[in-house]
């Protein structure tokens, strides 16, 4: 990996003082989970209780991410790598800007979660597994797309044909088999309030 740059070298305000006129610290909240697993929903609800109180937070998932920045990346081990650190230089950004980044992905591979965990810089990165069975995933199939994989006609698809690796070191677990939404949210929540 290359030596780290130093994000706006020639800034007359520091990530310190934005933090300072903001009330809180930023840092980069990453998701990861099955296709199903509650990520989304998760991310976009704690995003609203933190504006709800005053603190700047910004959620990236496939959706926003997919349409734009990435719009030219398909799903290969490979490009699913390059998706990853784009999102994860784009969240150093925001760290630095004093922002909250939510960030809701699958990201199967420990390698490139690693590599997530190495470019953020560790003390500003929280890994959070939203835990579910994938034939609980299955049945939520919110999307449509694991009827889709299992027919075929989607391919690399995680869970179904694709692998997915369980964090070995992750800073939250939330098993949403056994939570609500609220509930998950809360435990999410209460996780990062002594990091604000
Ligand atoms: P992902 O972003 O991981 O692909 P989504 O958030 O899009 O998943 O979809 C998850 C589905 O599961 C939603 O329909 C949501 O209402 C449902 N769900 C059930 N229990 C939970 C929970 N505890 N947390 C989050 N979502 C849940």
Redesign the pocket.
Known sequence: MEEKYICSPKAYVSRTQREAVNGHKSFVLWLT??????????AHLLEQRLHEEGIRSYVL?GDNVRRGLCSDLSFTPVARRENMRRISELGKLYVDAGIICIC?FISPLREDRAMIREIVGAEDYIEVF?NCPVELCEQ?D?KGYYRLAREGKIKNYTGVSALYEPPLDCSLIIP?ER???C??VNLLYTHLKPRL
């Not at 989970?33 to 998760?42: C, E, N, P, Q, R």
């Open positions: 989970g099955l296709s199903g697993s509650g990520k989304s929903t998760i998932d809701a939203v939520r919110a949403t939570l609500d939404v509930q998950s």
